[in-house]
């Protein structure tokens, strides 16, 4: 017994000074990104300025480039095409409160990536703070800016703020969209909802990576039993990372108030019946043809569960119209303040 107790003590000290080293290392790895962004930013910032001072065009980089390679071999970065894109983030960010203090927060290439693929400074700053937040890979970072998970994370209708924990606020509003395009269906305009539902199931993969990742499929009219009554949910999916059962309603046809009121009780049935202890409450999202966004919010207002309101397409002809959508400016700000 007293070796056990030495072996399992000796294993907890080991395991102690494991998480210091990786604790450690964190901290250096972010300690040394911030140190190379800042001297980016430095670097940029002169060539910026020498061009404004002394009338040079762009040759400036590729002298620079060939000075610096023949001065530092074995330094990785400092390529004509590199330095150029210093220059431009300083210039792109030099005049904004907010950007400067945050691109030390992200590594240089998912900085570059959201500095040429975004334009607008409140855009920048989402997809900053939202890299940063949740760690994506620059992959992830590419795919959610081609996706507009911008605009669809400012669009969509959900009463998450109201119903959720604070901490689990905005990753279940990236969960939700404002649309979703189903263009990998062949259904015609005119369809049931038992058509829109199989075809879902019959092209799951697609489906799923449309939802936006981190889905699982649970089961397509999942049966519940109320008081001796059968109910069938149209959808239902797992969230990993909310650790949440999502309970999906398929309508063909414009949003109506009473689907609330339905998609509520089932969540409660969820959450009482399937819901495992270790997991977080059940999240519904009601998908429409249409909706009046003034009837949603309406609806949403008096609901005690989470739940989101989103439209399909099957023809992705969407986004031209989400820039007439869009909150204001302030308003922007406003909720990006909570992205940190």
């Given at each position: 017994?007293?070796?056990?107790?030495?072996?399992?003590d000796?294993?907890?000290?080991?395991?102690?000074?494991k998480n210091k080293?990786?604790?450690?290392?964190?901290?250096?790895?972010k300690?040394v990104?911030?140190?190379?962004?800042?001297?980016y930013?430095?670097?940029?910032?002169?060539?910026?300025?020498?061009q404004?001072?002394?009338?040079?065009?762009?040759?400036?980089?590729?002298?620079?480039?060939?000075?610096?390679?023949?001065?530092?071999?074995?330094?990785?970065?400092?390529s004509?095409?590199n330095l150029?894109r210093?220059?431009?983030?300083?210039?792109?960010?030099?005049?904004?409160?907010?950007?400067?203090?945050?691109?030390?927060?992200?590594?240089?290439?998912?900085n570059v990536?959201?500095?040429?693929?975004c334009?607008?400074?409140?855009?920048?700053?989402?997809?900053i703070?939202m890299?940063?937040?949740?760690?994506?890979t620059?992959d992830?970072l590419i795919?959610?800016?081609?996706n507009?998970?911008?605009?669809?994370y400012?669009?969509?209708?959900?009463?998450f703020?109201?119903?959720?924990p604070?901490?689990y606020v905005n990753?279940?509003?990236?969960?939700?969209?404002?649309e979703?395009?189903?263009?990998?269906?062949?259904?015609?305009?005119?369809?049931?909802?038992?058509?829109?539902?199989?075809?879902?199931?019959?092209?799951?993969?697609a489906?799923?990576?449309?939802?936006?990742?981190?889905?699982?499929?649970?089961g397509?009219q999942?049966h519940l039993?109320v008081?001796?009554?059968?109910?069938?949910i149209?959808l239902?999916?797992?969230?990993?990372?909310?650790?949440?059962?999502?309970?999906?309603?398929?309508k063909?046809g414009?949003?109506?108030p009473e689907?609330?009121?339905?998609?509520?009780f089932?969540?409660t049935?969820?959450d009482?019946q399937?819901?495992?202890?270790?997991?977080?409450p059940?999240?519904g999202?009601i998908?429409?043809k249409?909706?009046?966004r003034?009837?949603?919010?309406?609806?949403?207002?008096?609901?005690?569960?989470?739940?989101?309101?989103?439209t399909?397409?099957i023809?992705?002809?969407?986004?031209?119209?989400?820039?007439?959508?869009?909150p204001?400016?302030?308003?922007?700000?406003k909720?990006?303040?909570?992205?940190?």
């Amino acid at each position: 017994m007293g070796n056990n107790l030495i072996n399992e003590d000796y294993r907890d000290f080991i395991g102690e000074i494991k998480n210091k080293i990786r604790n450690s290392q964190y901290e250096a790895m972010k300690a040394v990104n911030k140190t190379l962004i800042n001297l980016y930013w430095g670097i940029g910032q002169e060539i910026y300025n020498q061009q404004q001072e002394k009338g040079w065009g762009k040759s400036i980089v590729e002298v620079l480039a060939k000075e610096l390679k023949r001065e530092f071999p074995d330094v990785q970065g400092f390529s004509a095409r590199n330095l150029w894109r210093m220059r431009n983030l300083y210039v792109e960010y030099k005049d904004s409160e907010i950007l400067p203090p945050l691109v030390a927060e992200i590594s240089w290439s998912k900085n570059v990536t959201i500095m040429e693929k975004c334009k607008e400074p409140l855009e920048r700053e989402f997809y900053i703070k939202m890299t940063k937040k949740y760690g994506w890979t620059k992959d992830v970072l590419i795919n959610n800016i081609e996706n507009k998970t911008y605009e669809k994370y400012l669009l969509n209708q959900t009463n998450f703020d109201e119903t959720l924990p604070d901490k689990y606020v905005n990753q279940a509003k990236l969960a939700v969209k404002d649309e979703y395009i189903f263009d990998f269906m062949e259904l015609s305009e005119q369809h049931s909802e038992r058509e829109l539902e199989e075809s879902l199931v019959n092209n799951m993969r697609a489906f799923l990576e449309e939802m936006g990742g981190n889905f699982a499929f649970m089961g397509s009219q999942y049966h519940l039993n109320v008081g001796g009554d059968d109910f069938y949910i149209d959808l239902l999916l797992y969230h990993r990372s909310l650790k949440s059962l999502i309970a999906i309603e398929l309508k063909i046809g414009e949003f109506k108030p009473e689907f609330v009121g339905q998609l509520q009780f089932y969540l409660t049935a969820l959450d009482k019946q399937v819901k495992m202890e270790h997991e977080n409450p059940s999240i519904g999202i009601i998908i429409c043809k249409s909706k009046n966004r003034t009837v949603v919010e309406y609806a949403l207002s008096d609901s005690d569960k989470p739940i989101g309101v989103s439209t399909y397409q099957i023809r992705d002809t969407l986004p031209e119209q989400m820039k007439n959508l869009l909150p204001s400016p302030e308003e922007i700000k406003k909720r990006l303040e909570g992205l940190k």
